[in-house]
């Protein structure tokens, strides 16, 4: 298993831009989620989805969407990028395996915007 | 509303010396609570989580923690740490689902020293 994967690993976007941060579990959990982090305040969850189909917001979801069509990927969207959403981005997903809760995080998108 | 203070910032200690990190945490509801530990550039590792049972957790790396519930927290100890714990601590709290939804402290940055 790769586990959770994020692309790309790096970006720098210009005020206004629009991208999308990649994510992928091959693990089979029905939930996944997005958190920034910024510094001095810990991880914030943006949005989470408990299943294909179905997604929700989290504590700071302005500024970005999300949609879960299968169950491997988790694509988050920012539609017009801009200097507060400079932040490292984690995607994370959850689930049962051998009767044991298993969590796992990604390595994380450092994002910039000018 | 959930809710998690890391007291300490920053926490220095020396190689082979005991060391214990502080999380205090507020919910309405039942918790669940978790330690999480980010080496440099890397993503969030699970160290240990208490959804039940026996209020003293073990986790990977030698970690333990103790959840209180009349004080409200969830510590982190380690008898004797190795230059290779030094890393940011995260505590975490969910309301259900034993880790949707994390609420995560600031962070606590140890440093082993020689």
Sequence with gaps: ?114 | AQSVTQLDSQVPVFEEAPVELRCNYSSSVSVYLFWYVQYPNQGLQLLLKYLSGSTLVKGINGFEAEFNKSQTSFHLRKPSVHISDTAEYFCAVSDGGGGNKLTFGTGTQLKVEL
């Design chain 1, 1 to 114: 298993n790769a586990g959770v994967t994020q692309t790309p690993k790096f970006q720098v976007l210009k005020t206004g831009q629009s991208m999308t941060l990649q994510c992928a579990q091959d693990m089979n959990h029905e939930y996944m989620s997005w958190y920034r982090q910024d510094p001095g305040m810990g991880l914030r969850l943006i949005h989470y989805s408990v299943g294909a189909g179905i997604t929700d917001q989290g504590e700071v979801p302005n500024g970005y969407n999300v949609s879960r069509s299968t169950t491997e990927d988790f694509p988050l969207r920012l539609l017009s990028a801009a200097p507060s959403q400079t932040s490292v981005y984690f995607c994370a997903s959850r689930g049962w395996a051998g009767g044991q809760e298993t969590q796992y995080f990604g390595p994380g998108t450092r994002l910039l915007v000018l």
